[in-house]
């Protein structure tokens, strides 16, 4: 457990629906990043906040994903009108300022039907 | 493009034999770089951290980093059953804002 938590750990959903995600990253660290993974491949870097900031997204990030972290500390990823693309292992991971070594929760896997 | 290169595997060695993982990335900006282990269901575990040119051990585990050639390989001493996974090696990009990773290598360690 390296503590960092995630919230579902598991959800199905039908096509076209919204679901949220929840990440508590450690409590010291203040960078805050969301990765996607599908089987066979590695982690896909989604955004990164530094505190509340939300500083990068990449271009995976389509309109329909959208990530908040209101007060700095925790984080949530929001998916609108689910996709069967979309089933994937979604992985939150938090670092300190320096180094800048990332941990990662457990994941939350989505299955779209 | 950035880009993290491993060979898939799987890597299939003997208990107590010695396992090499191999990694290339493309960027030359990046500075840091990790291995991570994960177990299949699970998520990515930091194993080894090195950010300096050389060798970096920790217990069974020796990282080496060569970025004139771009190269950070994973030695695992000693190999178990246990470490049976799959290794996953990160470049950090140049803003220091995103992990890139490669497909990840299978190991099988066999008892």
């Known amino acids: 457990d390296t503590g960092v938590s995630q919230d579902p750990r598991h959800k199905i959903t039908k096509r076209g629906q919204n679901v949220t995600f929840r990440c508590d990253p450690i409590s010291e660290h203040n960078r805050l990043y969301w990765y996607r993974q599908t089987l066979g491949q590695g982690p896909e870097f989604l955004t990164y906040f530094q505190n509340e900031a939300q500083l990068e997204k990449s271009r995976l990030l389509s309109d329909r994903f959208s990530a908040e972290r209101p007060k700095g500390s925790f984080s949530t990823l929001e998916i609108q009108r689910t996709e069967q693309g979309d089933s994937a292992m979604y992985l939150c991971?938090?670092?300190?300022?320096?180094?800048?070594?990332?941990?990662f929760g457990p994941g939350t896997r989505l299955l779209v039907l | 493009q950035k880009e993290v290169e491993q060979n898939s595997g799987p890597l299939s060695v003997p208990e107590g034999a010695i396992a090499s993982l191999n990694c290339t990335y493309s960027?030359?900006?990046?500075?840091?770089f990790f291995w991570y282990r994960q177990y299949s269901g699970k998520s990515p575990e930091l194993i080894m951290s090195?950010?300096?040119?050389g060798d970096k051990e920790d217990g069974r585990f020796t990282a080496q980093l060569n970025k004139a050639s771009q190269y950070v390989s994973l030695l695992i001493r000693d190999s178990q059953p246990s470490d049976s996974a799959t290794y996953l090696c990160?470049?950090?990009?140049?803003?220091?804002?995103?992990?890139?990773f490669g497909k990840g290598t299978t190991l099988s360690v066999s008892s």
């Open positions: 090195i950010y300096s040119n």
């Open positions: 960027d030359r900006g990046s500075q840091s």
């Open positions: 991971a938090s670092s300190p300022t320096a180094p800048e070594t990332q941990y």
């Open positions: 990160a470049a950090l990009n140049q803003a220091g804002t995103a992990l890139i």
